[in-house]
């Protein structure tokens, strides 16, 4: 991290070194963030503009060797155009912040430093799950912002020429409450049908789906999944791989191709997608291709002067000095727009007993 000397000096703690700072702050594990599905995509304005390809496929006839071959058929562009969201923290730093205060730890006085440091370590790690709540609602096919925020709800679907995400979107039912359905080879190849379809023939290497509790614990009880659901496991925990990478205490299971995770991240209110502030709703599931580009975040550029003209970072830090000289404003900011380009490709798994 690059030092930090006296803040209540103008520009000591300026745009370029706090940014630097925050941005070399260790992101906290974040289920979405690991998976590493969504590509990062910096930009120089904060609108952005994305042009469909709607190809056509078709299979060419042979014909005779220095003739004319067969006209290609062109695919529709359809042109879509997006509105990054803006994010931002506010705190303060105070001269009796750090006068007098012992550092954590240590017998010395507090420094600058040890004061802002734990303020924007505790800013990033805010803003990084937010952005992981947004991801989460882009893998639902609809991006909810928390409460009282200044956007409304994006619906993806909606937004690429369909109606709306309830009336799109693919439910796949598992009837975990019969013993005799057969999840493994009736119910699962639903979902890889769904996906395929919707992917146009676009290569994909698997399938993951983020499971509420109350789902995940209906599955691995399931009369025909619970004996490969505990010969799974203890193979993970021979190998010390059980749980999915960064959350701990969260299960995983692969069946026939797909990955299902249990996922359980709570905002606090009525913030989540779920009740109870919770992202995935605990009685559902949803699942989603990987290993296919078509998960993106974009990073618009900072709403400041030295942010001008250029590309948009992941996260940004700056002072704002009081006029009384008490104190020093910190804001820490980001600019993230997380989408689906395909969210005919995001399959809503549930349950009706």
């Known amino acids: 991290m690059p030092e930090l000397t006296d803040i209540f000096t103008p520009d000591a703690f300026g745009v370029y070194a706090l940014t630097e700072a925050i941005q070399k702050i260790p992101p906290q594990k974040l289920t979405i963030a690991d998976l590493g599905i969504f590509r990062e995509m910096p930009i120089a304005t904060t609108l952005v503009a994305i042009e469909e ?20 058929q062109s695919g529709k562009r359809v042109l879509t155009s997006f509105k990054v969201p803006h994010i931002q923290l506010d705190d303060t730093v105070h001269a009796d912040d750090v006068i007098n205060i012992r550092a954590f730890g240590a017998s010395g006085v507090s420094t600058e430093a040890d004061v802002v440091g734990r303020k924007l370590a505790s800013m990033r790690r805010s803003v990084d799950f937010t952005n992981e709540f947004l ?20 619906d993806l679907y909606t937004s690429f020429g369909m109606t709306n995400q309830a009336t799109n979107q693919t439910n796949v039912d598992f009837v975990t409450g019969t013993a005799t359905t057969d999840i493994a080879g009736t119910v699962i190849p639903q979902i890889f ?4 379809a919707a992917l146009g023939g676009a290569p994909y290497s698997g399938v993951v789906a983020l499971c509420g509790r109350t789902f ?29 990478p960064g959350d701990v205490g969260r299960m995983i299971f692969t069946l026939n191709g797909v990955t299902f995770i249990e996922y359980y991240n709570i905002a606090g209110g009525s913030q989540g997608i779920g009740n109870d502030g919770l992202f995935q709703v605990a009685a559902e599931a949803r699942a989603f291709p990987v290993g296919v580009d078509i998960y993106h975040t974009y990073y618009a550029p900072a709403d400041i ?10 996260v940004y830090a700056y002072t ?15 600019n993230p727009l997380n989408i689906c380009l395909r969210p005919k490709a995001l399959i809503r798994l549930h349950t009706s007993n």
């Not at 002067?305 to 992941?314: F, M, R, V």
């Not at 704002?320 to 980001?334: C, E, N």
């Open 53 to 72: 390809d709607r190809g056509v496929l078709t299979l060419v006839p042979t014909t005779p060797r220095g003739g004319p071959g067969i006209p290609a």
């Open 305 to 314: 002067s030295e942010a001008i003209g250029t590309l948009g970072q992941p």
């Open 216 to 244: 995940f614990r209906k599955l691995i009880g399931h009369a025909m999944i619970k004996g490969l659901y505990l010969q799974q496991q203890q193979q993970y925990n021979l190998a010390a791989v059980g749980r999915a």
């Open 193 to 196: 049908d769904a996906i395929e």
């Open 135 to 154: 991801r989460f609602g882009a893998l639902q096919g609809k991006v909810l912002y928390p409460d009282n925020s200044y956007e409304a709800a994006l």
């Open 320 to 334: 704002l000095p009081h006029a009384d000289k008490k104190g020093v404003g910190l804001v820490v900011q980001s």
